[in-house]
């Protein structure tokens, strides 16, 4: 069974939300990719909200533009952590809209806001949270962290 899923308000978030998916896929972690409108499709947000954790899903990262409703939404009908990627879409006022949407959530529904296009974060926040009670999760992300510091002493040598 999946144990993320990457949902989007609409299919041009895919190009942002695409850094997740590919994050969870380097840590070997299974995903759901699905497109789920909090303004177009309500009926469809209420029922995966409210059903993910009965598919397996542990972690649900939400990507949305403009008013950026989905992932306060599904915070609220799921029992499950949320991770909000803010998305500086087509119709976005800077992306403010995004950020301060997501963000800005009311005490006893929280959703863990990255920045701004921050889907690769989200990814490895989603892998993290995995990673508290999955060993193999966890030994990759501390693999993963090493290769950025060994990356930073290179470039730092290669000045």
């Known amino acids: 069974m999946s144990k993320v899923a990457v949902i989007m ?4 978030d895919l190009p942002v939300m695409q850094d997740a998916i590919d994050i969870l896929k380097g840590f070997d972690i299974e995903i759901e990719v699905d497109i789920v409108s909090a303004h177009r499709t309500p009926e469809k947000l209420f029922d995966f909200s ?7 899903i542990k972690v649900i990262i939400a990507g ?6 989905l992932p306060g939404m599904v915070a609220s009908l799921s029992p499950l952590p949320v991770i909000g990627v803010p998305v500086k879409s087509s119709n ?3 992306g403010w809209d995004s950020i301060l949407s997501i963000l800005q959530m009311p005490g006893g529904v929280p959703v863990a806001t990255v920045a701004l296009n921050g889907a690769k974060n989200a990814g490895i926040l989603a892998a993290q949270i995995l990673g508290t ?5 966890l030994d ?7 290769g950025l510091k060994v ?8 000045l």
């Open 9 to 12: 308000g609409s299919k041009s």
């Open 50 to 56: 409210k059903n993910a954790h009965t598919r397996g």
């Open 64 to 69: 949305a533009g403009g008013a950026a409703h």
């Open 92 to 94: 976005s006022i800077d």
């Open 133 to 137: 009670s999955d060993q193999c999760i």
């Open 140 to 146: 990759k992300i501390m693999i993963y962290k090493e």
């Open 151 to 158: 990356k930073v002493i290179k470039s730092a040598k290669d």
